[in-house]
T-cell receptor, first 110, second 114 residues
């Protein structure tokens, strides 16, 4: 089993819709969680950190479920510009390594 | 402008010919790392460095070397490249003052080994 798993997609979603995807992690000692966005052939960029109580940034909401060991990303009122691959990142506090998921591809259609 | 630069951006080489990919950051970050990205596998860490003269192996270090003689530079060296090292490589840096969450990435180096 991979340490961090994501549905590769693609998720094909009409503009304006709400879409959500999850990321599961295997190490229960994981303490820090992040969502990155990566456009085709470009470098990843931090979208948002994921806090224990959940957090929101505009149209984006991130949630953490420690009991089931997954994090989620919800995008409301999706825009064409949201089309990208979303990478889940997990860090265990015992070291300085980040473990990356393979990403979920999102395609927003007009 | 705060940035991470990598060179070259694209490289086609042949098996066994030593090469170096340079990485430089101007943000005075302590932590730098190298990743490779392959389809379906996500980003995998090759090496990382907590500071000058401090380096450590990531998940896939075989076939690679790094050095950290200066804080701003973290070159990746392939002494004898092989076709299975064909990949997209990213260098990243961050401040260790936080939780390493916001890594700043270079634009990537697309390497093909024939």
């Amino acid at each position: 089993r991979k340490e961090v798993e994501q549905d590769p997609g693609p998720f094909n979603v009409p503009e304006g819709a709400t879409v959500a995807f999850n990321c599961t992690y295997s190490n229960s000692a994981s303490q820090s969680f992040f969502w990155y966005r990566q456009d085709c052939r470009k470098e990843p960029k931090l979208l948002m950190s994921v806090y224990s109580s959940g957090n929101e940034d505009g149209r984006f909401t991130a949630q953490l479920n420690r009991a089931s060991q997954y994090i989620s990303l919800l995008i409301r009122d999706s825009k064409l510009s949201d089309s990208a691959t979303y990478l889940c990142v997990v860090k265990a506090d015992s070291n300085y390594q980040l473990i990356w998921g393979a990403g979920t591809k999102l395609i927003i259609k007009p | 402008e705060a940035q991470v630069t990598q060179n070259p951006r694209y490289l086609i080489t042949v098996t066994g010919k030593k090469l170096t990919v340079t990485c430089s950051q101007n943000m005075n970050h302590e932590y730098m790392s190298w990743y490779r990205q392959d389809p379906g596998l996500g980003l995998r860490q090759i090496y990382y460095s907590m500071n000058v003269e401090v380096t450590d192996k990531g998940d896939v270090p075989e076939g690679y070397k790094v050095s950290r003689k200066e804080k701003r530079n973290f070159p990746l060296i392939l002494e004898s490249p092989s076709p299975n090292q064909t990949s997209l490589y990213f260098c990243a840096s961050t401040s260790i003052a936080g939780v390493l969450g916001e890594q700043f990435f270079g634009p990537g180096t697309r390497l093909t080994v024939l």
